[in-house]
């Protein structure tokens, strides 16, 4: 009952801004977006999160549209390290009991040399 | 250490053994968090732990599955009488205390389990 869509799969050349879309558009207002990555045979690594405000930080940017339907995560610069699984996740901050994050299948980055 | 930790790494068993996953959460974080992730698929939830008591058991799929944690660190996930369906790597996370806002699970490097 994952409450993202993504491709699964994308590919991006070395060098270039790597936009991985996701969609969310039954997002709650008071549910964040989370994103996290997957290299292959590691446990996942968390990149970046927001709620409504467009985001960055040393890894990626996040761009959350108005209406909190979409996001996009921007890698600007690619390299073939950042060739990864990339996982959208919508989920509240405080919920009770209830910290599990819910996991789609995620989008399968393939970053070309 | 400055991670989360898992042990062992790899770990084949027999059908029908029990086997025991363990799981060494960043230092000062009271929450942790179990997660199955089978081959080519996503994560699945399993079990949280604030502190050593489970608040969030729903994740487990049958009775075969238990987990415990002592204190605020080492926790251990046992599967009983184990099934080759069982077979996938298991995650842990570790989180910040119930404060953080929001928390951001940190995870280990997992545990594949092959069940032959």
């Known amino acids: 009952d994952a409450k993202t869509t993504q491709p699964p799969s994308m590919d991006c050349a070395e060098g270039r801004a790597a936009n991985l879309p996701c969609n969310h558009s039954?997002?709650?207002?008071?549910?964040?977006v989370y994103w996290y990555r997957q290299i292959h045979s590691q446990g996942p690594q968390y990149i970046i999160h927001?709620?409504?405000?467009?985001e960055t930080n040393e890894m990626a940017s996040l761009i959350i549209t108005e209406d909190r339907k979409s996001s996009t995560l921007i890698l600007p610069h690619a390299t073939l390290r950042d060739t990864a699984v990339y996982y959208c996740i919508v989920r509240v901050a405080y919920a009770g009991n209830n910290r599990k994050l819910i996991w789609g299948l995620g989008t399968s980055l393939a970053v070309n040399p | 250490g400055a991670g989360v930790s898992q042990s062992p790494s790899n770990k084949v068993t027999e059908k029908g053994k029990d086997v025991e996953l363990r799981c060494d959460p960043i230092s000062g974080h009271t929450a942790l968090y179990w997660y199955r992730q089978r081959l080519g698929q996503g994560l699945e939830f399993l079990i949280y732990f604030q502190g050593n008591s489970a608040p969030d058991k729903s994740g487990l799929p049958s009775d075969r599955f238990s987990a415990e944690r002592t204190g605020e660190s080492v926790s251990t996930l046992t599967i009983q009488r184990t099934q080759q369906e069982d077979s996938a790597v298991y995650l842990c996370?570790?989180?910040?205390?119930?404060?953080?806002?929001?928390?951001?699970?940190?995870f280990g490097p997992g545990t594949r389990l092959t069940v032959l």
């Open positions: 996370a570790s989180s910040q205390s119930v404060t953080d806002q929001p928390p951001t699970q940190f």
């Open positions: 927001g709620l409504k405000n467009n």
């Open positions: 039954t997002i709650s207002g008071n549910e964040y």
